[in-house]
């Protein structure tokens, strides 16, 4: 129930987000802008202008612009006189009007933001000088301003010369407000950005957060914060934080179920957690874990309970026939650890399905010699039989020799289980059948096993991207 809430939830909220996007659509003041061009047409200083624009190469929709002209004209020009008429008459399209005259001794400096930064003109520099300013949002971006200014001073000692000089600006660029806020937004965001495989696009996942590693592993399944769906191939989640927590990301499937895994992970004001998500396995920012996780020496996920935190340092001691160290290694591994080892042992299930065969022929093989044995009353197997065993044995190394530089190509590292099962049983077979080529096949079986659980401490210490 809560989870089709929650879905529900979604679903309103996007129909909300998108509904009208004409009803509140700004309009240009368009008394002032044509005030202000006829100014710059007719009485602009050709030398004294710049011009700049912006677009977005996709959408051809400006994203900044500036247009700054100085003139020269009489107070009875048209254009002049009716300065302060179009700035009144436009005054409802804006959000900011200010009007400056002269005597007033305070200096007007506009912010101007832009996707490449941050700048301040300033417009109003001396007691002297008269101002008009508007700032209205840009009808085809409301994360934009445009900024309508006209700067002017009087010239001259008496009331003969009616002449001023000024400037006009026309400028477009993000809002400040905005802006500055999202800044100070982004400092706190966390985010989750993830991807997944086409066959896995129907899943959701569910996002927990918790003060610390404690708090963390007693909250239930229940207690999730945000339940995330896939659109797309992707999935996202953003929260700001005002300091450092620990949070869980775990899969629903299609069913409805929870799956028997997830990820715990450091959750960081001002960082993007990024990870890829296979049928099986999943790939994740090795930078991430390096810069704020567990790596990092900051990591809340702390290690004084019985769980092993991913990013430990595990250590490996030779291996034996009796297998001890192997199975002692596998019962020190946290279930995350676990996990990452079992979905990429996956890519070799199908040469590890044939080697099943080839130990269940073995095994029939060795019973038919048994057999014989016992019929014609020969003691033990010795070497007696090796020429019939030795086919399978080849094809024991043979195979090992394929998994391996299988795995090598696609992963660079895997599952050590399946090479401890394997030396299990070759143990067993070369109690009875102490044969070179079965003391071959496991040695080389062995080498692999040393091989790989080094490989599965790089693994689960530093997880590939």
């Known amino acids: 129930m809560k989870r089709i809430i929650c879905l529900l939830l979604i679903t309103c909220s996007t129909f909300a987000a998108y509904a009208d996007p004409f009803a509140d659509q700004p ?25 700049a624009i912006n677009r977005n190469p996709n959408t051809n929709i400006i994203e900044s612009s500036e247009k700054i002209a100085t003139f020269s004209c009489f107070t009875y020009d ?12 436009d005054e409802p399209l804006c959000y900011q009007i200010l009007h400056m005259v002269p005597g007033n001794k305070e200096v007007f400096k506009l912010k101007v933001v832009t996707n490449e930064g941050s700048k301040t003109i300033v417009l109003r520099s001396k007691k002297e000088q008269e101002m008009w300013l508007m700032c209205t949002k840009n009808p085809e971006n409301p994360q934009l301003r445009d900024a309508y200014a006209i700067v002017w001073e009087e010239m001259g000692d008496d009331d003969v010369n009616f002449e001023v000089e000024g400037t006009v600006y026309m400028i477009t660029s993000l809002r400040p407000d905005i802006y500055e806020k999202s800044a100070e937004s982004n400092k706190r965001m966390f985010k989750i950005e993830g991807r ?10 569910n996002i927990y957060i918790a003060d610390s590693r404690d708090a963390l592993y007693a909250l239930d399944d229940d207690d999730y914060v945000a ?13 700001e934080l005002d300091h450092p927590m620990v949070g869980r990301l775990r899969c629903i499937f299609p069913d409805g179920s929870l799956c028997s895994a997830w990820i715990d992970l450091d959750f960081v004001p001002g960082e993007t957690y990024r990870i890829t998500v296979h049928n099986g396995y ?4 090795r930078d991430y874990e390096r810069r704020v996780g567990r790596q990092s020496g900051r990591s809340l996920l702390v290690t004084d309970s019985p769980r092993v935190a991913v990013g430990d340092t595990l250590k490996v001691n030779s291996v034996n026939n009796s297998d001890d160290e192997m199975d002692q290694w596998m019962k020190t591994i946290s279930p995350e650890q676990k996990m990452r080892l079992e979905m990429k042992g996956k890519v070799v299930e199908s040469d590890m399905e044939a080697l099943q065969g080839i130990y269940e022929q073995v095994g029939e093989k060795f019973s038919e010699v048994q057999d014989f044995n016992k019929k014609w009353g020969i003691e033990g ?9 030795d086919p399978l044995y080849e094809q024991i190394v043979s195979l090992n020799k394929k998994m391996d530089a299988d795995i090598i190509k696609l992963y660079g590292n895997m ?27 496991q040695k080389y079986v062995q080498k692999l096993m040393e091989k ?14």
């Open 27 to 51: 309009k240009r003041p368009e008394k002032v802008i044509a005030n202000l061009n006829a100014i710059i047409d007719l009485h602009s200083h050709k030398a004294g202008q710049s011009f």
């Open 78 to 89: 048209a254009s002049f006189e009716t300065i302060a008429e179009s700035f009144m008459a």
């Open 196 to 205: 997944v495989d086409a066959n896995i696009a129907d899943s959701l996942y």
């Open 227 to 239: 339940c995330v769906p896939v659109v797309n191939k992707r999935f996202e989640f953003q929260t």
């Open 282 to 285: 999943y790939d994740e920012d």
């Open 381 to 389: 197997t010795g070497n007696a039989s090796t020429p019939q065993l």
């Open 415 to 441: 599952l050590g289980e399946a090479y401890s099962e394997q030396n299990k049983k070759l143990t067993v077979m070369l109690l009875a059948d102490p044969s070179k080529k079965g003391k071959k096949a």
């Open 452 to 465: 790989y659980m080094e490989e599965m401490n790089k693994l689960v210490a530093e997880p590939k991207w």
